[in-house]
Structure formats: structure tokens, C-alpha cells
């Protein structure tokens, strides 16, 4: 069983400053002891790829991470053999045996030539079970996807020439997808699945309490209330929980204790991230009018926690 149980499991994502419900951290504990895949989607940004790191640092061990793409193949996935350590071998050992071709062929392809990549490391991970990433799993194609059914219904790989490849140990298994593609049925019925969205203005505070390096609660809330006025202008890329935390960075830095509408310009490379994002927050009032939302959001909240 990954976790001895749900309150440790708790325990250990606060200890990571992993801010999370707590139905989500049953959800994972749940997975965790069914050895049940977890399939995360939403938009960029969110947080998917957190809630591996996450639990990579609840189980202290190694985060293994495929990074997906478009044209990725088996061999950057599962790994190769290494050609040029196979012809060492054969020139220098295959005298010891003889002329029995059959025994060399068979020799080189062992895992002792194979240069693993990230999925059969997983898989041959040991004493203890390691952590699966398996990012942006909407950008392969269908090919490839189907390729992953083995693996997370068997748990082993099948290699031409090397033959079917058993687990060692199982990870624990994230897949998250941006949603560019949708994800195929077969996979998604080996996983269990979790929706993502970007957090509340309630939430994001509380992100950045335990994250941000800002010591005034005031301007947290200003920043959580900017994020969610940005994300619901229509932006062609909304800002992410992680470049919101590196603006309260650059606040920081700038000695910024208060947003106003003529730091638009300079605080715009930390918020519009695209040419017509730039436009449109440098237009008149654009800034503004978001500087005046996010601080009747912040001034909401606080009334509402007070």
C-alpha cells in the first residue's frame, strides 16, 4: 500500500505545500492503494503536473517523467538498444562463446544492452514503487496511446527482440492531458479521473500563503483577485498559479506593495504572454480596469473571512 493512510497522506501534501481538497486526497489515496492510474485534465497551467510532484514527495522517492509531443516514438519512450555497447561486447567477449550464434544473439539482446527510457524505468524501479508522469498525454496520437494500454493494464512492456518485460515494482501512475486531443476511451477506462480547473480567489490566497514569499496578506488577495479577473478576460493564454506566483516575485523584487494602473507597462512580460494579450491589457483602461477588479475581489474576501 503507497500510503499507511489518508491522514498521512494529508500530512505529507501540506509538508509539500500542495493545497488541495480533502475529497481529491482521498481520491489519490484511493488510487494509490487500487494500483489505479490517475487521468488529470484541464486547462494549462492549473496544477496537473503538481499533484505528481506531490505525491512523488509523499512516497520520497523518484519522479519518473515522459514528456509528451507530437512524433514521440517507442524508443524515447521505452528506450533502445545501445548498438555501440552491443559491438563492444562482441569484440571483446564473443570468443568465449565460440560460434554458437544463437547463444551471442540472444545475449545481446538482454536488458544489459538496453538503454532504458522513462516508462520501463518505471517499471524496473526497486525496492519500492517510483512515480509516473506521463505529461501532456493528449499531444501523441493514437498509435502511441494504445502502446501505453499494456502498461497500465499489465504492467509490462512487450520489446521486439527482447520480449515481454515484466514489472519489478508498479508505479504510481499520472497522466495529464491540456485537453488538445481527446484522450481515447480504452485509456480512459484504466484510470481514474480528475478534473482540474484554475483555483478559486479563496484558494489561490491560500496558494500563495504557503508558496509566495509576499507578507502581506492585502496584496495576495489583490494578486489571487488579478488572477481570476485575467483568466476570465478571454486571454489567449490565461497566466498559470506558477507565473502569478512568479509576479508576486516581481513585486518583491520592485518593492511593490500596492497594484496600480500605471505599473501596467512595467508588469506586463509577467501577465500577457502573447502579442494580443499585450494588446489588449495595453489598450485604455484595460490594466486598469483589472487592477480595480482584482481589488473589489480582494476587498470581498476579506470581509468574507472576516
Sequence with gaps: MPFPSVNELRAKFAEAKYIVDDDTIRQVYLAGVMRKPILVEGPPGCGKTELAKAVSFALDTKLERLQCYPG???????????????????????????????????????????????LLRSLQYEPRQCV??????????????????????????????????????????TLTSNEVRRIGDPLRRRCAYFRAEF??????????????RAVSPELQRVIAGLSEAL????????????????????????????????????LLPFLAKTREDRKRLTLKDGFDSLVRNAKAKAENLKRVVS
Design 72 to 118: 514521440i516514438d517507442d524508443e524515447k519512450a521505452i528506450g533502445r538498444f545501445d548498438t555501440a555497447l552491443q559491438k563492444l561486447f562482441l569484440d571483446t567477449q564473443a570468443g568465449e562463446l565460440g560460434t554458437e550464434w544463437e547463444l551471442i544473439r540472444t545475449r545481446l539482446h538482454t536488458l544489459d544492452f538496453f538503454v532504458q527510457g522513462p
Design 132 to 173: 509516473l508522469l506521463i505529461d501532456e498525454v493528449d499531444k501523441v496520437d493514437e498509435e502511441f496511446e494504445s502502446m501505453l494500454l499494456e502498461i497500465l493494464s499489465d504492467w509490462q512492456i512487450s520489446i521486439p527482440k527482447l520480449g515481454t518485460v515484466p514489472h519489478k515494482t508498479i508505479p504510481f501512475v
Design 199 to 212: 483555483p478559486s480567489v479563496e484558494r489561490e490566497v491560500e496558494i500563495m500563503r504557503v508558496r509566495s
Design 231 to 266: 483568466r476570465a478576460y478571454r486571454m489567449e493564454k490565461p497566466p498559470s498559479i506558477a507565473e502569478m506566483i512568479d509576479f508576486e516575485r516581481a513585486l518583491e523584487i520592485l518593492g511593490i506593495t500596492e497594484l496600480s494602473a500605471e505599473q501596467g507597462d512595467l
